[in-house]
């Protein structure tokens, strides 16, 4: 891994005016690549670029093309202090900004990735472009990524997949929150379970109330609603015909019923399929333009054990709604029910604009002030012993610093994970006050560069003036 003391030379040497400018520029270049390699790997035709290149793309008064010359692009840093840049790129990737600016980045470079497949045409588009969404309400009887009762009874999951070729104006179904999935090929760690797609809908399918896990007949029309291939349709423009023929009825489209990767080539083909199904049905009419830019598509997802750790969320999201209000506060129950209650790593919350209009696209984006957990609240943490005693000497994060409401549970959790097996911590008993101490310090010294906890000290039935006047050490 790079170190800190590496990017730090560099930064040296930029400074040096004796050194010539093209010899600098050439250990710049050949750093650059070091950088990116380790930052993104391999790069592949389909694959967005990793968090670096994300940074180097973002720099405010910046574009590097993403096919420039690496010697171009590094060049016009050179004039303005690249390397510090590059620094505070590298050395800063754990601060919740460029955790959730990321994530947004991301995100966009997913929607606008109109491919056809992945991996050479072995896997369906899904796989590594658009975003597989989940639109969920709030219910306090389980976890939002867990799915419904519902759910758990036909076997399947809606989800709907936003695409810059495959867009629509709202999550629909009155959804204004829920998740979003990381495409398969491109998991973090952590992330192993990746639910099977079942079936892909061009229009918003009324799933719920077909059988076959939701992509089969539909128990509130006369006909049989059955798979596409049953009916012979293969392509998009056989489906649309399909549709046309079924009075573009909403229940009555048959479904793509291979679009697994399970399903090799026909899973590629007929997922794909339905994704341009949707840009066809606009050509046909201005009505039918109407109806399909303002009705989500659907896919159906299988259904996944409760409380798994290790689904591919990656952000909870919220829209600002003209009819049904803002999702932010449900976002922020998400995101700490997921980090603070069950213990799972830091999910941003991302507002998504949906596109206003068919020549619009959709944006994604982070806030700091939306989020309610940071991704760390501690730089550093030291033990430090005083008569015997041992005190835990930490670093508040720049989010920890700055951040709304501080959650001193997630922050106690953070340092009992780090230390909670030490012999420091175990060398007396704990009086259980650590998140009480830390919530104090956070109310009342936020802006101090060190915070002391004493993890043995109890505050039971202390009220908070009298820790405060404890010096929050009770």
């Not at 799915?147 to 695409?163: A, N, Q």
């Not at 229009?203 to 059988?211: E, F, L, P």
């Not at 730089?379 to 994060?397: F, H, M, Q, R």
């Amino acid at each position: 891994m790079v170190s800190a003391d590496f990017v730090q030379n560099l930064i040296k040497i930029n400074k040096v005016d004796a050194i010539p400018n093209l010899s600098k520029q050439l250990l710049f270049v050949t750093a650059y690549k070091l950088l990116a390699a380790l930052y993104n790997g391999s790069p592949e035709n389909n694959k967005p670029a990793g968090a670096f290149a994300m940074k180097r793309k973002n720099i405010k008064g910046i574009s590097c093309a993403d096919d420039e010359k690496l010697s171009m692009c590094t060049a016009r840093y050179l004039s303005i202090g690249a390397l510090n840049i590059i620094a505070l790129a590298l050395l800063s990737s754990s601060a919740v900004a460029g955790v959730g600016e990321d994530v947004a980045a991301e995100m966009k470079r997913y929607y606008m990735a109109t491919v056809d497949s992945c991996d050479g045409g072995k896997l369906p588009a899904y796989y590594c472009s658009g975003l597989m969404i989940r639109g969920t309400s709030t219910n306090p009887k389980y976890y939002t990524w867990n799915p419904s009762p519902d759910s758990k009874i036909s076997g399947g999951v809606s989800f709907e997949y936003l695409r810059a070729d495959t867009k629509f104006k709202d999550p629909g179904v009155s959804k204004i929150k829920g998740f979003v999935f990381q495409p398969y090929s491109y998991l973090k760690p952590g992330m192993k379970r990746t639910p099977q797609v079942l079936c892909s809908f061009p229009i918003d399918s009324w799933t719920n109330n077909r059988n076959d896990l939701g992509c089969g007949d539909h128990s509130e029309t006369v006909s049989l609603e059955t798979a596409c291939e049953l009916k012979n349709v293969h392509t998009a423009e056989q489906w649309v015909a399909d549709y046309l023929q079924v009075g573009a009825n909403h229940k009555e489209q048959c479904g793509f019923r291979h679009v697994s990767a399970r399903n090799g080539a026909d899973g590629v083909a007929q997922f794909y399929a339905s994704v341009r199904a949707r840009s066809l049905l606009m050509n046909e009419s201005t009505q039918l333009k109407k109806d399909t830019f303002e009705t989500q598509n659907e896919l159906r997802l299988a259904t996944w054990p409760d409380d798994s750790t290790s689904l591919p969320i990656m952000a909870f999201f919220y829209v600002e709604d003209p009819h049904f209000g803002s999702g932010l506060k449900f976002a922020q129950h998400d995101q700490q029910d997921w980090v603070v209650k069950t213990g799972h790593s830091y999910v941003p919350i991302i507002k998504i604009i949906y596109p206003p209009t068919i020549n619009d696209h959709a944006a994604f984006v982070f806030n700091p002030a939306d989020q309610v957990v940071c991704p760390k609240y501690f730089d550093a943490s030291t033990w430090s012993e005083k008569d015997g005693k041992w005190s835990l000497v930490v670093i508040p994060s720049a989010c920890g610093r700055t951040i709304g409401t501080f959650d001193s549970q997630a922050a106690s959790k953070e340092l009992m994970d780090l230390h909670g097996q030490d012999s420091q911590f175990k060398a007396l008993p704990s009086g259980d006050s650590l998140p009480v101490q830390i919530s104090c310090l956070a109310s009342n010294y936020r802006g101090k560069s060190r915070w002391y906890l004493e993890p043995w000290r109890s505050a039971r039935g202390l009220t908070e003036a009298q820790v405060l006047a404890a010096g929050c050490n009770p």
